[in-house]
């Protein structure tokens, strides 16, 4: 009976550990992997004895830990490229809305399609992301806005995790706007979120997290509390699209509840920062929309560093304000747009991203974690957010794979 299942040798390695300097870099090492799990990983020459039932060279290719995108909206029916081209023909975000566009065009598609045409329409996403070394993703639902629409959406988002390798993480964001059954009755909607729905959700354990939208346009920070105290109650995490579009105390609410996370960020004060770091909660910065909102109020990423509140980057994937498939691409723009160091953006889609889901089984390279692994065609780690949709990836290597 070998000791290892497989031994990867001859491999640049970024660990991507919170303790090491440098993408954690380790040249000319080896990984022995055994079950799902890393057995051992270091530098060759300090390889112990022991047995593989598989040897591989990797010829020098750099490993990363898989990556991991921690905030899609990916599974819904229909696209808005028809507002995106009458946006760019001038047309402005109001008329579209008056026009019955904007987001309820995207739910009235997703309640009218089935979960097999939802499932049919996701899986394209999951497979892109897949292809360029994404090893776990997080899914919201948020476009269905009824009982049974969020309970299909979330349905579907776990059938989408048996299907593939990929591992999928839920989200319940029925908080994502009032629907027009509740127009005017947002503390109404909030009441069946949490009186009916969550309880469903739990029931059925559909969805590993709850999310809210905390803007102007959206929920306020009571309605929010009454729903975090519930999830809270039913022993569901909490994270929060925060402070988006203007300083609503998004982030600082979502630290008063131990959130996993805050994501969005744009407008967040000094003392929501503040907040954050008290609680230990993740920034997870979104550059996909920032780009297709035009936005210029930059998160306070500066204040992040300053007081070490953890970023994460995700693509943000949703067909309104971020239709982008790409967390590679995310990254880049994380880079250019944010002023992130290429480490930053890789550490953010890779051990911050896995913090954001409450994951502390991968994100990092090192021994007792998934064997999720991303290997690249690449001379450095830094060139992950330098490429601008380059396909690098050699091979991607999950430890639920067959
Ligand atoms: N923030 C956003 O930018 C998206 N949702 C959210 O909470 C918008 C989603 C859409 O426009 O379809
Ligand atoms: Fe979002």
């Not at 029931?203 to 929010?224: P, R, W």
């Not at 402070?243 to 609410?253: F, H, I, N, R």
């Not at 979502?254 to 907040?275: I, K, N, R």
Request: proline share 4%; aromatic share 6%.
């Amino acid at each position: 009976m070998p000791d290892w299942d497989i031994l990867l040798t001859d491999a640049n390695i970024a660990t991507m550990r919170a303790d090491a300097s440098d993408y954690g870099v380790i040249i000319d090492g080896a990984i022995a992997i055994a079950g799902d799990r890393i057995a051992w990983i270091g530098e060759s020459r300090d390889l112990p004895a022991g047995s593989a039932g598989e040897t591989r060279s990797l010829a020098g290719g750099w490993v990363t830990p898989a990556l991991i995108d921690c905030h899609t909206h990916l599974v819904f029916a229909g696209d808005r490229s028809g507002e995106f081209e009458a946006r760019q023909r001038g047309a402005s975000y109001e008329d579209i809305a008056r026009a019955g566009g904007g987001i309820m065009s995207t739910v009235r598609a997703t309640r009218e399609a089935s979960a097999d045409e939802l499932y049919a329409a996701a899986l394209p996403r999951v497979q892109a992301l897949a292809a360029e070394g994404v090893g776990t993703i997080e899914i919201k639902s948020g476009y269905g806005l009824t009982i049974d629409s969020e309970l299909k959406m979330l349905s579907v988002a776990r059938q989408l995790g048996t299907a593939t390798d990929v591992t999928i993480r839920t989200t319940l964001l029925a908080a994502h706007t009032v629907p027009p059954e509740y127009k005017d009755k947002a503390d109404a909607y909030i009441d069946v979120i949490c009186d009916e729905l969550m309880p469903e959700v739990v029931a059925g354990q559909l969805a590993d997290a709850v999310d809210a939208y905390c803007e102007s346009i959206a929920f306020n920070t009571e309605q929010v509390a009454r729903l975090f105290e519930r999830a809270t109650e039913l022993g569901l995490p909490v994270k929060l699209h925060a402070d988006q579009l203007s300083d609503g105390g998004g982030a600082a609410l979502a630290a008063q509840f131990s959130a996993l996370s805050a994501d969005h960020l744009e407008y967040t004060s000094s003392s929501g920062v503040q907040a954050m770091a008290d609680a230990g909660a993740v920034a997870v910065l979104l550059p996909g929309a920032f780009l297709t909102l035009g936005e210029t109020q930059l998160p306070p990423i500066d204040s992040m560093r300053e007081l070490d509140v953890p970023i994460a980057i995700a693509t943000d994937c949703n067909p309104g304000t971020s239709p982008i498939c790409s967390l590679r691409i995310a990254m880049m723009l994380a880079a250019r747009q944010f002023g992130l160091t290429p480490e930053e953006c890789l550490a953010g889609a890779t051990r911050e991203a896995a913090n954001a889901l409450g994951l502390d089984d991968r994100g990092v390279l090192e021994t007792g974690r998934r064997a999720d692994l991303a290997v690249w065609n690449i001379g450095h780690p830094r060139e992950l957010a330098y490429w601008i949709g380059s396909p690098q990836l050699q091979s991607l290597w999950l430890a639920d794979s067959p």
